[in-house]
């Protein structure tokens, strides 16, 4: 049973840092796409970042692109989402989600409709 536990989300001032974690358990095999959704109040969820564990490939969406950095450490089984220079227009609910296997992310890895695997979330509230 796949289980995704995120925690490090709280409130921040603008330009400031947080760093998201995600406790992956159940995940028997690599060749996950691992990625970070957020969601704001009213918005559609959308892709924030994501990473491929075969080789640590990595893709950013432009609105957070040289702000944010993806990471996982695979003796933990943790995924990392690492915040720099937030703005009040990252506030948002941050979600962790998996899936396996390249094609199923490839191509179309922010479409929230490909990932079989979700946290509950961990809310990020950044003030200006």
């Known amino acids: 049973q796949v289980q995704l536990v995120e925690s490090g989300g709280g409130s921040v001032q603008a330009g400031g840092s947080l760093r998201l974690s995600c406790a992956a358990s159940?995940?028997?095999?690599?060749?996950?796409?691992m990625a970070w959704f957020r969601q704001a109040p009213g918005k559609d969820r959308e892709g924030v970042a994501l990473?491929?564990?075969?080789?640590?490939?990595?893709y950013y969406a432009d609105s957070v692109q040289g702000r944010f950095t993806i990471s996982q450490d695979n003796a933990k089984n943790t995924l990392y989402l690492h915040m720099d220079s937030l703005k009040p227009e990252d506030t948002a609910m941050y979600y962790c989600?998996?899936?396996?296997?390249?094609?199923?992310?490839?191509?179309?890895?922010?479409?929230?409709?490909?990932?079989?695997?979700w946290g509950q979330g961990t809310q990020v509230t950044v003030s200006s």
């Open positions: 989600a998996a899936t396996w296997g390249w094609n199923s992310c490839a191509g179309s890895w922010y479409v929230h409709s490909q990932y079989n695997y």
């Open positions: 159940g995940l028997s095999y690599s060749g996950y796409c």
């Open positions: 990473i491929w564990d075969g080789d640590d490939t990595t």
